[in-house]
T-cell receptor, first 114, second 114 residues
Framework: DVKVTQSSRYLVKRTGEKVFLECVQD?????MFWYRQDPGLGLRLIYF???????EKGDIPEGYSVSREKKERFSLILESASTNQTSMYLC?????????????FGDGTRLSIL | GDSVTQMEGPVTLSEEAFLTINCTYT??????LFWYVQYPGEGLQLLLK?????DKGSNKGFEATYRKETTSFHLEKGSVQVSDSAVYFC?????????????FGKGTLLTVNP
């Protein structure tokens, strides 16, 4: 089974802090994704990466950056955390071949910014 | 553009009742269709999938058939259990565009009472 591991289940940080959320997958997947999930808004794509050192903006990239130095690891960075970034963050990975593969998700990180 | 419309919840049923959650999609190309389930406090799990027209995906008693003519992928279960209480998301990837991105519906909360 595919395993996507997010480093923290719960995280509390202060406004203005730099926050790192880490995600590791063990299936050699090319694609990795970061979403945030908010009540009434569903899942929204922040950033994704289709290869090492490659990244593309999703639907809501403002206030976030990402890093993919190794194939198995995809980090989400909040450069200066704000209260409106309090949310559930979900990481996912998928294979490119064959095409149209499902994404596999981690358990999520519930982040609170105080 | 690409989109998913799924039945708004919440849906409340008694144990052993029949479940239908409607899902329709708008996509260019040849999408693969998925249902994901999210149990309380957890990430998303792939429930079932269908990759071409008339395919039926099934898992844990849930079924959904890929209907290209009606662009639908409705989720059904003949007899729900309390343990099926969760949020259900309909989604697709689209070979006509970026075939590794998922388009999600907003989710449907299902509560099953004993």
């Amino acid at each position: 089974d595919v395993k996507v591991t997010q480093s923290s289940r719960y995280l509390v940080k202060r406004t203005g802090e730099k926050v790192f959320l880490e995600c590791v997958q063990d299936m050699d997947h090319e694609n990795m994704f970061w979403y945030r999930q908010d009540p009434g808004l569903g899942l929204r794509l922040i950033y994704f990466s289709y290869d090492v050192k490659m990244k593309e903006k999703g639907d809501i990239p403002e206030g976030y950056s990402v890093s993919r130095e190794k194939k198995e690891r995809f980090s989400l960075i909040l450069e200066s955390a704000s209260t409106n970034q309090t949310s559930m963050y979900l990481c996912a990975s998928s294979s490119t071949v064959p095409s149209n593969q499902p994404q596999h998700f981690g358990d999520g990180t519930r982040l609170s910014i105080l | 553009g690409d989109s998913v419309t799924q039945m708004e919840g919440p849906v409340t049923l008694s144990e052993e009742a029949f479940l239908t959650i409607n899902c329709t999609y708008t996509a260019t190309g040849y999408p693969s269709l998925f249902w994901y389930v999210q149990y309380p406090g957890e990430g998303l799990q792939l429930l079932l999938k269908a990759t071409k027209a008339d395919d039926k995906g099934s898992n844990k008693g849930f079924e959904a058939t890929y209907r290209k003519e009606t662009t639908s992928f409705h989720l059904e279960k003949g007899s729900v259990q309390v343990s099926d209480s969760a949020v259900y998301f309909c989604a697709f990837t689209n070979s006509g565009g970026s075939n590794y991105k998922l388009t999600f519906g907003k989710g449907t909360l299902l509560t099953v009472n004993p």
